[in-house]
């Protein structure tokens, strides 16, 4: 845990802007490592709708300068915020990002970065999160910001072993 009591504050009631009765969060979902994200070497740590935890090797993510490529650390951003929205939409809706924006402040030449996606809003059709991303040392890297957009999730497509409905 890296801010402790963190865990005991319930924030969703000030998050969530949903009606009371209308709150289903999708906490049975579990987040699931995208091709991206292998590449990238991410690890979850923490997941919720309020906040989603992962780090990052810097190592397999440089630039050809030696130090941390920005759009990693954007990627990287993105994947967490997705996730969070996801986690908020709730069973049978997903979420698609609308805007993303980072400020990189320092950068790295190695080791791990944290990652840490807060709730800023969770809307019944849009959820904004603030991502920031950290050296190993505790040094803000990078602040982005995504929000996406709330919608139903898209019906599987039919398989070879799944017919398609008549």
Sequence with gaps: ??????????????????????????DNWKITLGELDLKM??????????RVVATMPVEGNRQSFG??????????AEALGSWAAVIHAGPGRSAVGLDINATHHLSAKSG???GVA???????????????????QGRRLCTARITNLIIDAPAAKPTESTPPSP
Excluded at 5 to 22: A, E, F, S
Excluded at 41 to 50: F, H, K, L, N
Excluded at 120 to 126: A, F, H, M, V, W
Aim: proline fraction near 3%; aromatic fraction near 4%.
């Design 1 to 26: 845990m890296f801010f402790p009591g963190l865990d005991k504050l319930d924030h969703r009631d000030k998050l969530d802007h949903r009606p009371k009765g209308k709150r289903i969060v999708n």
């Design 41 to 50: 070497g991410v690890t979850i740590v923490e997941q919720s709708a309020e």
């Design 67 to 76: 130090l941390l490529h920005g759009g990693a650390s954007v990627a990287f």
């Design 112 to 114: 791990i970065v944290t």
């Design 118 to 136: 807060t709730a800023i809003r969770l809307g019944r059709t849009i959820a904004s999160h603030e991502i920031v991303v950290s050296d190993d």
